[in-house]
Each structure stands twice: as structure tokens, then as C-alpha cells.
């Protein structure tokens, strides 16, 4: 079984580690995860694979590491929507706007957290048990929104999917020097993915609530 090195600790540590994520994140990107291994990250780096091997002990302990940091990171901003909105067409609009920015700013390498069939099946066990109890959170502000009479009857677990892929879908495109931000952009999906689900009639006005940043070291 993959084992995951204690980590080092340190301001200096973390920045490092963040570095890596972001260069392995854009190695996978233009390489593949599964083309794509220690050394090409490290040389991207400019650093030793013996120094690399330092903070993380292969390449499945930065995969997992990823995931479970994104995954974290998710599961908080689900629970502090939950205690900052109230309606469910607001807390939707919260939840996607701060799933864009997490997955793209929030944890550097979060273009790894499509690449779950990767890791090793105990791993991958994990990781998808998170990956439900997020799904759930979302499905239940769409149900919730559904019985309040906001959002027209759906199937839920496909508007779920539905939001899901259109979010996670911009780590593969999203780029910081592409002019709009991340939050802008997912400020730009959460108004089109609401809207779409409104009953007939129904208005919504964008809540004036600034989502936090979640995820990362």
C-alpha cells in the first residue's frame, strides 16, 4: 500500500508544497497523470526528485493529497453556507460560486481531482466517500428548494451531476491571466445554473454575501 510521508511542517514548507501542487497540477494538464511522473514535476521545479520524494513519497500520495485537500475544502464551504444563507436559490448560488473558487484558487492542483480512478482502490474509497457527502449536501439544497416551491420539479441527482460537472469542468479551461477571476466566473455559472432550476415565474436576485476562500494549506 502507498504510504504518505510525514509531511514537513513550516511556513516554508507549505509554500513549497503548494508550489508543487500547482506544478503538478499543470504537468497533468498538459501531460496526463498517468504520462506524467515525479521527475517531470521535479524538473518543472527545478528541484531533485530525492527533495521531491522529501514531501510527498510517490506520485499516488500527491494525488490523494490533492483530492482529500479539495475535498476538505468543499465540505467546509458546505457547511458554512449552511449557516450564512438561508433560501435554497441563495445557498445554491453560494455553494457554486465557492466551489469555483475553491477548486481553482483555493488548492493549487485541484486539476488532479478528476483523476479519483487513479488512486488505489483503499484511497479511492476515501476520496469517494467525501465526494458523496458533498454530492448529498448539494442535493439537499436542491430538494429543499424543490418543496419550498422555488425550484421546478427535477430529478435531483441529475441536477446535481449537472452542476457538479459544469463547475469541476473549469479547472480544465480556467486560467488567472484569462481576465476574469475565479469568483466572477463562478459568480457567472451560479446565476445561470439557479436560474435554470426556478419554477416558472419565479425571481431571484443574487445574494450579497461574499463566499470565503476554502481549501488549501
Not at 19 to 31: D, V
Not at 191 to 215: C, S
Request: hydrophobic share 45%; with cysteine.
Amino acid at each position: 500500500m502507498v504510504q504518505i510521508v510525514a509531511n514537513p511542517a513550516g511556513p516554508k514548507a507549505l509554500a513549497r508544497k503548494l508550489e508543487i501542487l500547482r506544478s503538478a497540477s499543470y504537468a497533468f494538464g498538459e501531460r496526463g497523470y498517468h504520462e506524467t511522473g515525479m521527475r517531470d514535476i521535479a524538473s518543472d521545479l527545478g528541484m531533485t526528485v530525492g527533495n521531491l520524494y522529501y514531501y510527498f513519497a510517490n506520485k499516488q500520495a500527491l494525488l490523494y493529497f490533492c483530492q482529500d485537500e479539495t475535498l476538505n475544502g468543499l465540505l467546509d464551504l458546505a457547511a458554512w453556507v449552511g449557516d450564512n444563507a438561508e433560501g435554497a436559490a441563495e445557498r445554491l448560488f453560494l455553494l457554486i460560486v465557492g466551489h469555483v473558487i475553491c477548486i481553482n484558487e483555493g488548492v493549487p492542483g485541484s486539476l488532479a481531482h478528476h483523476d479519483v480512478e487513479a488512486l488505489e482502490a483503499s484511497w479511492r474509497a476515501k476520496i469517494v466517500r467525501k465526494r458523496r457527502r458533498y454530492e448529498l449536501a448539494l442535493r439537499t439544497v436542491i430538494e429543499d428548494g424543490i418543496r419550498a416551491g422555488v425550484f421546478a420539479k427535477t430529478d435531483v441527482k441529475v441536477a446535481a451531476l449537472a452542476i457538479l460537472g459544469a463547475a469541476n469542468w473549469t479547472v480544465k479551461w480556467f486560467r488567472e491571466e484569462g481576465g476574469l477571476g475565479a469568483r466572477a466566473v463562478g459568480e457567472g455559472f451560479a446565476g445561470q445554473l439557479v436560474r435554470g432550476l426556478l419554477r416558472p415565474g419565479a425571481r431571484f436576485e443574487p445574494p450579497n454575501i461574499q463566499v470565503p476562500v476554502f481549501g488549501g494549506l
